[in-house]
């Protein structure tokens, strides 16, 4: 797919395309991602891929091995951990002001990204399902006052994310991903704290249960070391 010159940024266009499509394994894990061959894959020049690579480095997404090759990272089951723990963190520390703050407004818009992704679902859109599936946690974040919070999370949980997608390809989870939606958004209109808390727990924990098997199951997109396929 090209990138087209006239846009304001073409560093950023770039970084983004690419990064996108490692995110939802178009790029799988171990793929040669070398600039000339990223440069000739989105057709635009050297540099703006060259430093593309650099910040898809620094975030964990492709690993340098300097004069031999490039590759996209394998997904890291320690980092995994790592992130699902940041992110459940702050997910669960958010609630109480979420719930305070919700509005009828804010749970109908979360009931809307739902129904979206019932309609993806139907489709097998996995891409545009995992999308609203981060739109409606965005929400609860941007809801509780802290956008901030969901950024880090955005930055720093990117082999986390890529397993929530793979999960969704490959072992069918939108259902139960529609059902505690729904629930999330039945506390918010209730304003109910713990049912929020509980729901949220166990929607972040179901994921990371999830991760031992699916490195057994797809074995060459996982990077594993002992630490990290304890249960």
Known sequence: MKI????NSLNDVT?????????NMTLEPGTDVSVQKLSERYGVSRTPVREAVVRLQQSGLVEIYPQRKTVVSKIDLQRV??????RN???SAVVEEFIRKCSELVADTMQELVNKQKK????????????K?????????????????????????SHYNRIRL????????????????????AAARKRDIETMRKVV??????????VKSMSKQYPHFFQINAAAIRT
């Open 4 to 7: 087209s010159n006239n846009s």
């Open 15 to 23: 970084y983004n395309k690419i990064r996108d499509d490692i995110m």
């Open 81 to 86: 951990r790592e992130e699902w723990f940041i």
């Open 89 to 91: 963190s702050l997910e």
């Open 120 to 131: 993806y679902m139907k489709k097998e859109h996995f891409l545009d399902f995992y999308c």
């Open 133 to 157: 599936d981060n739109r409606f946690h965005q929400l609860i974040f941007e809801t509780a006052g802290e956008e901030l919070s969901w950024y880090t999370i955005e930055e720093v949980t």
């Open 166 to 185: 793979l999960n969704g390809k490959m072992n069918g989870v939108e259902n139960m991903v529609i059902d505690e939606h729904e629930k999330m958004v």
């Open 201 to 210: 727990t166990e929607h972040s924990n179901y994921m990371i249960e999830q």
